[in-house]
């Protein structure tokens, strides 16, 4: 199975950095990769699917980008709401996986 | 607008099963799968599998696959989880999402606790 490895863990930033997540995939994905945003006691909501395609609704400082084996998230100016958790999850194949997650916390 | 709603939270003893319903409303039922997804006590995410609700095809992880099954009723438009022979670690919040692929719509998720 396809495993699928973020970095980093765990960040600390600022209202107003901008901040980049990386997803890398153990083998080529193409671009079946989605992004979400995890709150504390909530379900998922997805940001981005096919690697750059933002989600209706979605606000415009968020994109995606990468193909293959790696991809990244950027949040180009954080905002006090973006404080979360960020999990990548590919979809290639019948067999789908998510990276362990990102953690953005408040420097 | 599209709503996915589960049933309620379980507490089951070790070697059990549990069944989680999602009940699907706001949309052709049909037309999209669902994935079931579950979260570990401060964990990550874990994707189970994936049912056509056109035709009931699934996919399951390979780690769970002897032990889940995936089934859909498009007469009420629901999808449910089974999990049989549960271990502690089994503890988790499942939720079911909509979509064959990326998970655009969620469920509230159901709490399962195995606990002896």
């Known amino acids: 199975d396809i495993q699928m490895t973020q970095s980093p863990s765990t960040l600390s930033a600022s209202v107003g950095d901008r901040v980049t997540i990386t997803c890398r995939a153990s083998q080529s994905i193409s671009f079946w990769l989605a992004w979400y945003q995890q709150k504390p006691g909530k379900a998922p909501n997805l940001l981005i699917h096919?690697?750059?395609t933002l989600e209706s609704g979605v606000p415009s400082r968020f994109s995606g980008s990468g193909s293959g084996t790696d991809f990244t998230l950027t949040i180009s100016s954080l905002q006090p709401d973006d404080f979360a958790t960020y999990y990548c999850?590919?979809?290639?194949?019948?067999?789908?996986?998510f990276g362990q997650g990102t953690k953005v916390e408040i420097k | 607008q599209v709503q996915l709603v589960q049933s309620g939270a379980e507490v089951k003893k070790p070697g059990a099963s549990v069944k989680v319903s999602c009940k699907a409303s706001?949309?052709?039922?049909?037309?999209?799968?669902i994935s079931w997804v579950r979260q570990a006590p401060g964990q990550g995410l874990e994707w189970m599998g994936w049912i056509s609700a056109y035709n009931g095809n699934t996919n399951y992880a390979q780690r769970l696959q002897d032990r889940v099954t995936m089934t859909t009723d498009t007469s009420t438009s629901t999808a449910y989880m089974e999990l049989r022979s549960l271990r502690s670690d089994d503890t988790a919040v499942y939720y079911c999402a909509r979509g064959q692929g990326h998970m655009d719509y969620w469920g509230q998720g159901t709490l399962v606790t195995v606990s002896s």
């Open positions: 999850q590919h979809y290639n194949g019948y067999r789908w996986a």
């Open positions: 706001g949309y052709n039922y049909p037309s999209h799968g």
């Open positions: 096919t690697a750059s």
